[in-house]
Each structure stands twice: as C-alpha cells, then as structure tokens.
C-alpha cells in the first residue's frame, strides 16, 4: 500500500470514529450516573416504591435484572400494613412491571407474605403477593417513606431514629 492509499485510509477511519462517537449515547461519568429513584421513573414508577436511603443498586439493561441496596433492614408501618425491606432487594425491571422481585415484605393483619410483582396500571400501582393484589393510586405514593417512621416522620423522630439505630 502506497503512502497516498494508506493516508486516505487513516482518514476515512478517522472520520468513521470520529461519527460512532458522535451519534453514539454518552456514558454516563460517575458524577451522572442515575439513581436507583431516577431508574423506577424511567420505567414508569413512582420513586417512592423504595424508601429513602438506598445505598446503591446493579442494573443489567439487557435483562432488566436489578439488585438494590439498603445498608439495614428498613421496616414502617402505613396504614394497616406494615413493609420490610431486606439489605437486599432483586428482581427484574420493565416498563411498568417489577417482577420475581425479593426482599420486599408486606405484614397485613398478624400475616407476612412476599411482595412478588408491582404492576403500573394508568393512575394505579398494583401489588401482588401471589396469592392476592391490592391496587392503589398513584398519588399515595408521592415521597418515599423512611424507615422506621414510613410517611409519617415528624423532625423529632426521624433525629430520634437516626440517634439510635
């Protein structure tokens, strides 16, 4: 290859390069990475399906396959039900679908059973413990609970609870 052959090669690499790079999804740097609260909206949830404090999470977006990290136990009381979350919370993720979810249970009446699927339907999110579902709107689920305390943490609790673990 002659040296006016070889130049125009390098060049056309150089430019083939040069328009992957452009036209290709930027990565994200360790400063944009998103939240595990930013990656429940980009499916269509609401991000106060986790509680505050989420440490970190992995999240093949090939398989939709997802681990979230709590750094303890996170359990609160809403309503008639009371949630735990284990350190660990895996399942897999689509639009409007979290599946084979563990480590998220729901204690209704003196009973704990396993939060095994959350559906997005229109204006509602549609829990199911395999054997049931409940369905609620979408507006009850505005700001993620804390531990301990859920929605309803005063100022005063929410230090008390940080004080003593």
Same mark, same amino acid.
């Given at each position: 290859?002659?040296? @006016? %052959?070889?130049?125009?090669?390098?060049?056309?690499?150089?430019? %083939?390069? +040069? &328009?992957?790079?452009?036209?290709?999804?930027? @990565? +994200?740097? $360790? $400063?944009?990475?998103? %939240?595990?609260? $930013?990656?429940?909206?980009? +499916?269509?949830?609401?991000v106060s399906l986790l509680p505050e404090g989420v440490i970190g999470y992995d999240l093949d977006n090939t398989t939709?396959?997802? %681990?979230?990290?709590?750094?303890?136990?996170c359990s609160f009381s809403e309503g008639l039900y009371k949630l735990k979350y284990e350190t660990t919370v895996k399942?897999?993720?689509?639009? *409007?679908?979290?599946?084979? &979810?563990? *480590? #998220?249970?729901?204690?209704?009446?003196?009973?704990?059973?396993?939060? #095994?699927?959350?559906?997005?339907?229109?204006?509602?999110?549609?829990?199911?413990?395999?054997?049931?579902?409940?369905?609620?709107?979408?507006?009850?689920?505005?700001?993620?609970?804390?531990? *301990?305390?859920?929605?309803?943490?005063?100022?005063?609790?929410?230090?008390?609870?940080?004080?003593?673990?």
């Amino acid at each position: 290859m002659d040296s @006016a %052959t070889l130049l125009k090669f390098l060049i056309s690499l150089a430019a %083939t390069l +040069y &328009l992957i790079l452009i036209h290709s999804n930027p @990565a +994200y740097s $360790d $400063d944009e990475h998103p %939240t595990p609260y $930013d990656v429940l909206q980009n +499916y269509y949830f609401p991000v106060s399906l986790l509680p505050e404090g989420v440490i970190g999470y992995d999240l093949d977006n090939t398989t939709g396959k997802f %681990t979230v990290y709590l750094n303890d136990i996170c359990s609160f009381s809403e309503g008639l039900y009371k949630l735990k979350y284990e350190t660990t919370v895996k399942g897999y993720i689509s639009k *409007g679908k979290l599946s084979s &979810l563990e *480590g #998220v249970s729901v204690k209704f009446f003196y009973v704990w059973m396993n939060i #095994v699927e959350i559906l997005r339907r229109g204006n509602d999110i549609e829990f199911s413990v395999g054997v049931g579902k409940a369905e609620f709107p979408i507006e009850y689920f505005v700001k993620s609970p804390q531990c *301990g305390c859920g929605l309803n943490c005063s100022r005063r609790q929410a230090r008390k609870l940080m004080e003593n673990p």
